[in-house]
């Protein structure tokens, strides 16, 4: 279970401002209360990469899958911390991982990309990166 909707909304406000020691400090009283939300797993990792903690990010990004394997975003973050930890087959794992869960998922393809590009696999990120313009056209051209 997660928790209600405005207290998700406020904790990605603090990630989108940066504020990660925040994020954390309330993510971890928050999944004492709720310790079977993928949500808050996820912010929990989201706020230790933003602070550099990627290996700790990595094991709440595992416990987010764990809690719910069909949460795309959590596949992704970890991905990201994959790569930036150097583990660039395993965040390629990843990346497939989210964009199976969720094929139009433009930031999958755009980290996937960087990815291929980071192990000069420069073909494979350039069809990737055409599949992000694809489906984010695809996805301006609906909301128009």
Request: net charge positive; proline share 4%; aromatic share 6%.
């Amino acid at each position: 279970m997660n928790p209600p909707s405005e207290i998700i909304i406020k904790l990605v406000e603090l990630f989108t401002q940066k504020e990660f020691d925040e994020l954390e400090g309330k993510v971890e009283i928050l999944t004492k209360q709720y310790p079977n939300s993928c949500q808050l797993w996820n912010l929990l990792g989201s706020a230790h990469l933003g602070l550099g903690k990627n290996e700790t990010a990595i094991k709440n990004f595992k416990k987010s899958i764990k809690k719910d394997p069909k949460y795309a975003p959590a596949h992704n973050n970890m991905a990201n911390a994959l790569r930036l930890s150097g583990k660039n087959e395993e965040a390629l794992t990843s990346y497939s991982k989210a964009l199976q869960i969720e094929p139009n998922f433009v930031d999958a393809y755009i980290g996937k990309a960087n990815c291929l590009k980071d192990i000069n696999k420069l073909d494979e990120a350039e069809e990737n990166l055409q599949r992000a313009n694809m489906v984010s056209k695809r996805q301006s051209d609906t909301k128009n």
